[in-house]
Nanobody
Framework: QVQLVESGGGLVQAGGSLRLSCVAS????????MGWFRQAPGKEREFVATIRGSGLRTYYSDSVKGRFTISRDNAKNTVYLQMNSLKPEDTAVYYC?????????????????WGQGTQVTVSS
């Protein structure tokens, strides 16, 4: 059974930074894309960022492009989301997800395992 465990969420002021981490208990971690999604109160879960299994390709939603950076360390089975210049509208529960394949994807159906989520709150 694959498990994904996120950490690094918390409360930060607008303009601040946070780094989320997600450790995956899966063999051949580098064979799979990884993604970050988020869900704000009263809203549907939305795509944030994805990274190819090799780490050589990334893709971001327009709302975070230029502020967030996704990266991975395949030796540690870990994917990261560095979040800079945070805004109150970034407040949400952030979820790590494992892709079913190595290629990047922005839709939830392309991911087969999900973490429990970590809360990020940005105060104005």
């Amino acid at each position: 059974q694959v498990q994904l465990v996120e950490s690094g969420g918390g409360l930060v002021q607008a303009g601040g930074s946070l780094r989320l981490s997600c450790v995956a208990s899966v063999s051949t971690f580098s064979s799979y894309a990884m993604g970050w999604f988020r869900q704000a109160p009263g809203k549907e879960r939305e795509f944030v960022a994805t990274i190819r299994g090799s780490g050589l390709r990334t893709y971001y939603s327009d709302s975070v492009k230029g502020r967030f950076t996704i990266s991975r360390d395949n030796a540690k089975n870990t994917v990261y989301l560095q979040m800079n210049s945070l805004k109150p509208e970034d407040t949400a529960v952030y979820y790590c997800a494992k892709g079913a394949y190595s290629g990047t994807a922005t839709t939830e159906r392309a991911y087969d395992y999900w973490g429990q989520g970590t809360q990020v709150t940005v105060s104005s």
